[in-house]
Structure formats: structure tokens, C-alpha cells
């Protein structure tokens, strides 16, 4: 939860996704001002009637829509206190399976669209600081079988938000991301809408569940609070224990 009356002004990126919904959802019922932007034009309209909130169509396979995106919001708003970059896909196959295309797409999508959005976000708080929040995986830290190209592109996320970090902390501009283990959403829904598979995925995580959505909304909130201003550079697992904790075997 953030301050009521910080009157944060913020950007979500990737806001139609079931990830950057919630997430909007928790700042505007913390009484954020929010510029919401996604690739679907009209499921992003919706959402912006619902939160009353300014909306920009961008498209991670094209770079050169986020600038416009900051622009509004910057118009909007008079300053950009935080940015999320909620866009993002997954890939789960093993590198032998993995076409050039492929390769490139989850490139483009989860890692270069998250340096475009820090270019984009530094150099509209470079006078005035903020906050950053970019997301990594869970597959980052712990080897997990046909994840070879996202853990690549989410390992490119990791070090983009420590040298970020580095860099802008003299500005007062702080960039951290959260590292999720397997959320029920609309991306994964190929995953947990199988039953064996989301057997086999809650099996791994020791607190016997998927992740929500909210679980990692509230964790993006709070870094976006201007009250929390001492955690740069940091990646967080919020990941039911996937990382970093061996589950217990059925009957143990």
C-alpha cells in the first residue's frame, strides 16, 4: 500500500495484462494518478474509464511508441514519481527447440522493451528522482527445465536494474524489480489451466500455491511509494518459496 497522500503520479506499462491490471487497480485505490499504457487500444480504454485515468497505446515490438506514452503522462501530470514495466511473455521450450524467432521475440519483448522504458523513465526523472520497478523470474536464480530464453532475457532484466541503479541513484532515481515464481495469469494460462501441469507447478513451490496477480501488485506498490526510498537495485522473489526453499514431497 502506498501513502494516501503522496500523490504519486505514475506510469503502468503493460497495464491490460493481468499483472499491470492489478497493479493499477492497487495505486488508484491508493489514490495514485496513473497513465496507463498496453498494445490492446480497447481493452486499455476500459480500464481507463474504470480507473479515470489517461491512456497511450504502445507496442513493445516498437520502441518508438514509448516516448509518446511519457510525453502524456509528463503533460498529464507536471512529473513521473514511478514507472512499472508490466510488459512482458514466456517461452517454454528448450534451446534446441528455440527458432531464431523465438529467441528474438522473448529479446524484444521482456528485454529490450524494459531498456527502452529505463531510457524513456531516467531521462524524465533525471531533475526530480522517482522510481523504477522492472520484473525478472524466479528462473533466473533456479535452473528450471525448457526455460533456457527466458531466464536469458530476464538474467538481461537483472543486470539492466543493478547498472541502472548505479547509475541514477546520484539523481535520486531508484530502479528495482520483482522476480516472480508461476502467477495465475492470462500469459501463463496454458500452464495452470492444465491440470497436470499445475499440479507439477504448485508441486515446486513450497508454500503449496500459485501466485496472484495481487501478490506481486502489492510488492510493485510499495516500491513505487516515495516512502520507501532506500531500496535500489534489488531483485525480489516473490515466488512462494521457488528460489529458495526446497518444497516438501507429498506426505514429508
Known amino acids: ?10 506510469v503502468v506499462l503493460g497495464a491490460t495484462g493481468s499483472v499491470g491490471t492489478a497493479l493499477a487497480r492497487q495505486l488508484a485505490d491508493d489514490g495514485a494518478r496513473l497513465l496507463l499504457a498496453g498494445r490492446n487500444a480497447e481493452t486499455l480504454q476500459e480500464l481507463g474509464r474504470e480507473l479515470d485515468a489517461p491512456t497511450a497505446v504502445v507496442d513493445a515490438h516498437r520502441p518508438e511508441t514509448f516516448p509518446a506514452a511519457f510525453r502524456r503522462a509528463g503533460e498529464s501530470f507536471g512529473e513521473i514519481h514511478a514507472v512499472a514495466n508490466c510488459i512482458g511473455s514466456v517461452l517454454l521450450k528448450p534451446a534446441h527447440a528455440t527458432s531464431d524467432d523465438d529467441w528474438a521475440e522473448i529479446l524484444q519483448v521482456n528485454a529490450f ?3 527502452a522504458i ?16 522492472l520484473f525478472s523470474s524466479a528462473a533466473v536464480r533456479i535452473g528450471l527445465p525448457n526455460h533456457e530464453a527466458i531466464a536469458a532475457a530476464k538474467g538481461a532484466v537483472e543486470g539492466l536494474v543493478r547498472s541502472a541503479a548505479a547509475t541514477y541513484a546520484a539523481r535520486g532515481i531508484r530502479v528495482n524489480a520483482i522476480a516472480p515464481g508461476l502467477v495465475r495469469s492470462e500469459m501463463t494460462r496454458r500452464i495452470w489451466e492444465n491440470d497436470a501441469s499445475a499440479a507439477a507447478s504448485v508441486a515446486m513451490h513450497a508454500l ?15 516500491l513505487m ?3 520507501n526510498s ?3 537495485g534489488q531483485v525480489i522473489g516473490v515466488d512462494g518459496g521457488l528460489s529458495s526453499v526446497l518444497a516438501r514431497r507429498k506426505g514429508s
Open 118 to 133: 529505463i531510457r524513456e523513465a531516467a531521462a524524465a526523472m533525471r531533475s526530480t528522482g522517482g522510481n523504477i520497478v
Open 1 to 10: 500500500m502506498i501513502s494516501q497522500n503522496s500523490n504519486l503520479s505514475a
Open 113 to 115: 522493451s524494459s531498456f
Open 208 to 222: 503449496g500455491r500459485l501466485g496472484e496477480p495481487s501478490d506481486i501488485a502489492r510488492l510493485a506498490a510499495w
Open 230 to 232: 532506500w531500496t535500489t
Open 225 to 227: 511509494d516515495p516512502d
